[in-house]
Nanobody, 120 residues
Framework: QVQLVESGGGLVQPGGSLRLSCAAS????????MGWYRQALGKERELVAA???????HYADSVKGRFTISRDYAENTVYLQMNSLKSEDTAVYYC??????????????WGKGTLVTVSS
């Protein structure tokens, strides 16, 4: 069974930076995409950034120009570099791997989340 573990969350002041990491272990099949989502208190979980197997990146409008997603397929790891953090970025951040174990099968795997708090 695939397991994802996030790390790097914590408390940071507005304008600061933080880098999140997510490492996957277990039976890792072909990776279709990796992504980061977040869920703020009282809000729905939303896509923050994603990167496809072809290297195409997608970002939520609210984080464009501030966040950067990157990956290391060899280590089954995805990163999220967060700069110019705002209080609005406060949320639990989750990583997700979309795997393709077969040509006709795709599955999402989620981490347990890591809390990012942006506050003075």
């Amino acid at each position: 069974q695939v397991q994802l573990v996030e790390s790097g969350g914590g408390l940071v002041q507005p304008g600061g930076s933080l880098r999140l990491s997510c490492a996957a272990s277990g039976r890792i099949f072909s990776v279709n995409a990796m992504g980061w989502y977040r869920q703020a208190l009282g809000k729905e979980r939303e896509l923050v950034a994603a990167i496809t197997d072809s290297g195409i990146r997608h970002y939520a409008d609210s984080v464009k120009g501030r966040f950067t997603i990157s990956r290391d397929y060899a280590e089954n790891t995805v990163y999220l570099q967060m700069n110019s953090l705002k209080s609005e970025d406060t949320a639990v951040y989750y990583c997700k791997f979309n795997l393709r174990p077969t040509a006709s099968s795709v599955m999402d795997y989620w981490g347990k989340g890591t809390l990012v708090t942006v506050s003075s």
